[in-house]
């Protein structure tokens, strides 16, 4: 199975290059040529089967340059356990009639990502060396702050990889910031950046499609990579949680083989949104996908109405995961949906000097009869976590009550009792005090204060990766404007 670029589909590469390379030559992302399709009888088997091994099948649905064996050995030591000890790995749990929770947060930094970032090096490490590559991989990192832990966690200590990491400065809550700045080990880079998410994103993309940089990156034998989720590697360990979820579904009786189910997702970047998709063009029975903004609504407003405008108001919310106004993995869809590099191309060259496109009413009416978009203010963010605990008792995040709200709306528009799948990508934990002030608590000063009240409020313990935070040392306070963010890359592969 080749991949290929959305801006240009007669750039043929192999799963392995699209992992290394991250980001196509062309500034268009990678994905594969055609989309493998599953029978029932494959879901069935995928039932039996522990987390790990249901994932390293459906990665191998994808990634046909990798042995089933090198998948095997991958997903399980990338699931391990040690890394995500709870049963299941990816749990789901009932809150309501027709809603189930997928639990995503249960890894080393809390967060959804850890699904992908935990795989992505050894995806990584296996693809340089099937290619013959051998220069120390330099993975640059634009986080709005769960990314960039998750991917630190992931690569510190993986021999042939550094990894710099750039987040917005005050854009992160104190917990994700601490996360980062106190990361150990010899290869990791951690920097703020004066401006938002996008500002630290673009800083990112330029350094990328800059080719005289990666000639001066070339003296120190460095090549770039990425680990944001418009790296295939990154995308592709999240179809498999949908798998998963389906067969818990049909292990415990909720749907028989064959039943649709729906899946909710609190969206940012389009990347985990996007993995749903995928799981449904392969066969998965997926119904609607309901994305879910917080009040950077500008997904909502496209779904809605065609239209993708950036060229409005950004907001900082309770869910900064997700205070995004360009959301890069939409490319891939844009590419499925218009079917052609040209007319994608004429999209992304209208978003890049305008800021804004308009798809096709044909598009519209392909995109609309997937996705169903809503938005939550944090008025509503707020009242979701506190009517869900009321209702339910389970106590969830500002990013997962935003997919939970949208998810209410959308049941009372549409009357649609499909058993739906809410993703929860982030941990209670790690925004304690939107989530207590939504329960009405006064929050205490000190964060770690705060994990006992949450821990009381939910019955659950602090999990103890955050828990560790308290003891130990910032090593990373630089703080550079977005021109600066070269640099910074240079110093460090120079070291
Ligand atoms: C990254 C993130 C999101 C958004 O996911 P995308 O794949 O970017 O759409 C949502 N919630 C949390 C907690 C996240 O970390």
Redesign the pocket.
């Known amino acids: 199975m080749k991949y290929i670029s959305t801006r240009n589909a007669s750039l043929k590469v192999s799963a392995s290059q699209a992992i290394i390379s991250g980001l196509a030559p062309d500034g268009g992302l990678f994905l594969p040529e055609s989309i493998p399709t599953v029978t029932p009888q494959f879901i069935e088997q995928l039932a039996d089967m522990d987390y790990a091994a249901r994932a390293a099948a459906v990665l191998g649905l994808f990634l046909d340059d990798f042995s089933a064996q090198e998948l095997s050995d991958f997903t399980a030591a990338a699931y391990s356990a040690a890394k995500f000890p709870v049963a299941g790995t990816a749990p789901v749990v009932k809150v309501g009639d027709s809603a189930y929770i997928l639990e995503l947060f249960h890894g080393p930094t809390c967060?959804?990502?850890d699904f992908a970032l935990q795989m992505l090096p050894y995806l990584l490490t296996a693809s340089l060396r099937k290619n013959g590559v051998d220069k120390t991989v330099m993975i640059l990192v634009a986080t709005?702050?769960?990314?960039g832990k998750a991917a630190l966690e992931g690569f510190a200590g993986v021999p042939g990889t550094k990894i710099c990491v750039f987040y917005p400065h005050g854009g992160t809550s104190n917990i994700q910031r601490l996360q980062m700045t106190t990361q150990s080990g010899d290869n990791v880079m951690v920097a703020a950046v004066e401006g938002n998410f996008d500002d630290a994103q673009n800083g990112v993309k330029a350094i990328f499609t800059d080719s005289a940089y990666a000639q001066e990156l070339a003296m120190h034998n460095c090549i770039l990579s990425s680990a944001n989720?418009i790296n295939w590697g990154r995308l592709v360990p999240q179809i498999a949680y949908y798998f998963s979820a389906y067969c818990d579904l049909l292990r415990s009786g909720v749907v028989k083989m064959g039943d649709k189910i729906n899946v909710t997702?609190?969206?940012?970047?389009?990347?985990?949104?996007l993995a749903a998709y995928y799981a449904r063009a392969c066969g998965l029975p997926i119904g609607r996908l309901i994305c879910a903004s917080n009040r950077n609504r500008v997904l909502t407003d496209f779904i809605r109405s065609g239209v993708y405008d950036k060229n409005r108001p950004f907001y900082l919310t309770s869910?900064p995961?997700?205070d995004?106004l360009i959301?890069s993995?939409l490319e891939r869809l844009l590419y499925l949906l218009c079917g052609g590099d040209v007319e994608l191309r004429q999209l992304m060259s209208a978003l890049q000097t305008e800021g804004k496109y308009q798809i096709s009413g044909q598009m519209l009416e392909n995109l609309q009869a997937v996705f169903y978009g809503g938005c939550a203010d944090e008025a509503a963010t707020a009242a979701s976590i506190q009517s869900l605990y009321a209702k339910s008792g389970y106590l969830c995040?500002p990013?997962t009550a935003v997919g939970v709200h949208v998810y209410q709306e959308y049941l009372a528009a549409s009357k649609d009792s499909t058993p739906t799948v809410i993703d929860a990508?982030?941990s209670p934990f790690k925004f304690c005090g939107s989530v207590l002030s939504a329960l009405g608590q006064t929050a205490a000063t000190d964060d770690f204060a705060m994990f006992e009240q949450i821990a009381q409020a939910s019955g659950q313990a602090v999990p103890s990766q955050l828990a560790e935070l308290k003891h130990k040392a910032e090593r990373f306070t630089q703080v550079v404007q977005p021109t600066e963010m070269k640099a910074v890359v240079s110093a460090f592969a120079a070291r």
């Open positions: 967060a959804f990502k709005s702050g769960d990314t989720s997702v609190p969206t940012g970047n389009f990347g985990n949104i869910s995961s997700m995004i959301s993995n995040d990013h990508t982030a």
